[in-house]
């Protein structure tokens, strides 16, 4: 049942991706891109990482779309169909883009077992081990703030930087 509900959740994970790209109005898009999320924290739920779904409903398909869904509010988007990058020639260098970067990915994880990549993750026992000694929100945390803190901290910038300009951007036109 796991299984099905696995390859139910990554058909509307799919479907929703192409639904944000493909969608002219900007609020329809936004809605295609919570359900993508939902789909995703739904995989989360399968795979037993019930606080990485609830912090993927509550931050990104709750806080972040609720600022995003202010944003084109704000901009006031959505009235002016264009013919853009999504038609032609840009929708055949976006998908040859989508392949070459899921061709690589399969590559790098196909040899799971010697593959310099993957060799730091401790695997299903270890991640059992790992969650009975800090449990599922230090096992999270402490990489997040140690090995990852530069990432980490630059996401945070990079979504400062991004509310900021579209502020800017919607005070010059008020």
């Not at 936004?30 to 912090?55: E, K, N, P, W």
């Not at 998908?95 to 799971?112: K, M, Y």
Request: a negative charge; proline letters at 3%.
């Amino acid at each position: 049942m796991a299984d099905i509900l696995f390859f139910i959740f990554a058909a509307m994970a799919i479907g929703g991706g192409f639904g944000v790209v493909l969608q002219k109005n900007p609020v329809g898009s936004l809605l295609f891109m919570v359900g993508t999320l939902a789909s995703v924290a739904g995989i989360y739920v399968l795979l037993d990482a019930h606080f990485l779904a609830a912090i993927q409903v509550m931050v990104y398909a709750g806080a972040i779309m609720v600022l995003f869904l202010f944003v084109i509010m704000l901009l006031n988007l959505g009235h002016d169909y264009r013919d853009d990058i999504k038609s032609g020639l840009g929708l055949f260098a976006a998908f040859a883009v989508t392949g070459a970067i899921a061709g690589l990915l399969a590559r790098q994880l196909r040899g799971a077992g010697d593959n310099p990549l993957l060799a730091h993750f401790p695997g299903p026992e270890g991640m059992e081990q790992l969650l009975a000694e800090q449990g599922a929100i230090g096992a999270i945390a402490r990489p997040l703030f140690t090995d990852y803190v530069v990432a980490f901290e630059l996401t945070g910038i990079l979504l400062l930087v991004a509310l900021v300009g579209a502020v800017a951007i919607a005070k010059r036109r008020v």
